[in-house]
C-alpha cells in the first residue's frame, strides 16, 4: 500500500509535521511494510514557515520584532537565495496573545514590516509571505510605518485606533525602502478590506471585535483607505489578514492561493500520483475547509490524480454531500472515536489511533 500523509495543522495541539508524524505512527501499526509520503502542509497561516523549511533550501534568519501589542517577539525568516519566506503570524498572530488580554483594536502589523526589513537587509529580492492566523485588524498600516511610511496626527502603529485621527499618509518612504523587491501574498482570503465582505465584518468576531464594534472599526479602516488608495481596498485578497493584504498591494504584491504554493514547493501533485490514497488532515473539518483551505487544495490534487482522498479530524461538523463535492471520500473525528477530553488530552496519541483505524479499512 501507498499511502500520502499531507495534513494541516491541528489549531491548538499539533503543527501539521506533528500531525503528519501521528498519522503515520498510526498507520504503520496497522501496515508496516506501507510506503508512506509525507508532506506537511499550510494554507499560508501559521505552521507556513516550519513547512517549507523541510523543503526548502534554505537558511533560517532569527529576528526579534514587535508583537501585535508591542512586546519583544521571537520570529524567523526563511532564505532561499534571493527568495525570503516570511509567516506573518510569527509577528501578528492571534496566537500570541492570551484570550483575556486580547484587544484587537490596539494590535499592529509592525512587527510583519520589520520581518521584511529583515529580508531586505539580508539580500531578498522577493518576498513571498503566507498570510492568515491574525490577530490584527490595522489594515497592514503597521507593516507600512515599519517600512518607513508616515501619517500626519494619527498613528500608523497604533492598530485600528491609530487610524482614527489621520490627516495624512504617505507611502512613497515605504516604497522606496522596499524598491526593486518583488511581494507575494500567499492567502487563502479573496475578500476585500471594507464593507460587510470585508476584514473587519468577516473576520473580526474571532479576533475579538464585538458587533457594536465592527462598523466603528470598518469606518476606521475605510478613513485610512481613502487616504492612502481607496480603489486598492476593493481588490481581491486586501481584507486578508485584517488588512494586510492591502497593504501589501499597496506595495505592488502578488496575490496568489497559500496552499497552491505550497503544493507546488512540496511536489504534491507529483506524490500524489505514485500513491494508492492521500491522507489529510486539521483540526476542526467544516464549511470554512471549503474555500483555499488546506484539505480543499489536497482534495483537488488528489482528484486530479484519480485518487482516494481521506480526511482524518478533531472534528467533524460537515456531512458527506459536501464532502464528497470537495472530492473527500470519507472523514474520521477524533472526538467521536476516542472522545473529547482524550483527543485534547492526548492529541498525537488520539490521531495516531484514528489513523490506525482508517487503516482497517482502506489498507490492502
Known amino acids: 500500500m501507498r499511502v500520502l500523509i499531507a495534513p494541516d495543522k491541528f489549531a491548538g495541539t499539533l503543527t501539521a509535521v506533528e500531525a503528519a508524524a501521528a498519522i503515520e505512527e498510526g498507520w504503520r501499526r496497522r501496515d508496516p511494510q506501507a510506503e508512506v509520503l509525507v508532506a506537511p ?6 505552521g507556513f514557515i516550519d513547512v517549507l523549511s523541510a523543503v526548502v533550501d534554505g537558511t533560517l534568519l532569527s529576528v526579534t520584532v514587535r508583537g501585535p501589542l508591542g512586546e519583544d517577539t521571537p520570529a524567523t525568516v526563511l ?13 501578528c498572530g492571534l496566537h500570541l496573545v492570551d484570550p ?11 512587527g510583519v514590516g520589520q520581518l521584511i526589513a529583515a529580508a531586505v537587509d539580508a539580500g531578498a529580492k522577493r518576498v513571498v509571505l503566507g498570510l492568515g492566523g491574525s490577530g490584527t485588524n490595522d489594515a497592514g498600516a503597521g507593516l507600512l510605518a515599519a517600512l518607513g511610511a508616515t501619517g ?34 500567499a492567502s487563502d482570503v479573496e475578500n476585500p478590506m471594507l464593507g460587510l ?19 466603528v472599526v470598518d469606518g476606521w479602516l475605510t478613513h485610512f483607505a481613502e487616504l492612502a488608495d481607496r480603489k486598492t ?22 496575490r496568489v492561493s497559500g496552499i497552491d504554493l505550497v503544493a507546488e514547493l512540496t511536489g504534491l501533485k507529483e506524490k500524489a500520483s505514485k500513491v494508492d490514497l492521500v491522507l489529510s488532515g486539521e483540526g476542526a473539518f467544516d464549511f470554512q475547509s471549503r474555500d483555499g483551505k488546506v484539505i480543499a487544495g489536497v ?18 461538523l460537515i456531512g458527506s454531500r459536501e464532502m464528497r463535492t470537495m472530492g473527500v471520500e470519507s472523514a474520521y473525528a477524533l472526538v467521536d472515536i476516542v472522545g473529547e477530553e482524550q483527543a485534547f488530552a492526548d ?4 490521531l495516531a489511533t484514528v489513523a490506525e483505524r482508517v487503516a482497517r479499512t482502506w489498507a490492502r
Open 41 to 46: 502542509m499550510a494554507d499560508g497561516g501559521p
Open 79 to 91: 532564505l532561499a537565495g534571493e527568495t525570503a519566506y516570511v509567516e506573518t503570524a510569527q509577528a
Open 100 to 110: 483575556k488580554d486580547r484587544r484587537p483594536e490596539d494590535g499592529t502589523t509592525y
Open 152 to 185: 500626519t496626527e494619527g498613528r500608523l502603529d497604533g492598530g485600528a485606533t491609530g487610524l482614527r485621527d489621520l490627516k495624512a499618509v504617505d507611502l512613497e518612504p515605504a516604497r522606496e525602502r522596499v524598491a526593486g523587491v518583488e511581494f507575494v501574498a
Open 197 to 215: 465582505r470585508g476584514a473587519t465584518n468577516i473576520f473580526g468576531a474571532q479576533k475579538g471585535i464585538g458587533d457594536d464594534r465592527k462598523p
Open 233 to 254: 481596498a476593493d481588490q481581491k485578497g486586501a481584507g486578508a489578514a485584517g488588512g494586510l493584504g492591502y497593504a501589501l498591494l499597496l506595495l505592488g504584491a502578488e
Open 299 to 316: 482534495a483537488k490534487i488528489a482528484n486530479d490524480a484519480m485518487r482516494p482522498c481521506v480526511v482524518l479530524a478533531g472534528k467533524v
Open 347 to 350: 492529541p498525537h496519541g488520539s
